[in-house]
């Protein structure tokens, strides 16, 4: 193994040697009826923004957004927002 790997489990529970990775910071997403609206964060009811919790160009750093807002909306939501980050990192 490489300095600056570490390893994990792969799928398939074999051991994996893996570099990390860093997430720059980003922006939540803001789906277009919130942005005409001029809301500031990601709101979690809004059906434009769930879907672009499900879009696939949605990116980690943007997950990583909607959930620095801790606000009752995304605790309540936090274990779908962290099963997109995962379905990502492993990409299924
Ligand atoms: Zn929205």
């Known amino acids: 193994m490489e ?46 923004c769930q879907l672009l919790l499900y879009d696939e160009a949605t990116t980690i750093s943007e997950l990583f957004a909607i959930l620095r807002q801790w606000i009752p909306q995304t605790q309540q939501n936090v274990l779908i927002i962290i099963e997109h980050v995962r379905l990502i990192i492993f990409n299924f």
């Open 3 to 48: 300095m600056g790997e570490i390893a994990g489990n792969g799928v398939d529970g074999v051991n994996v040697p893996r570099k990390p990775v860093v997430h720059p910071p980003a922006d939540g997403p803001l789906c277009a009826a919130c942005r005409k609206l001029d809301k500031s964060f990601f709101d979690v009811r809004c059906a434009g």
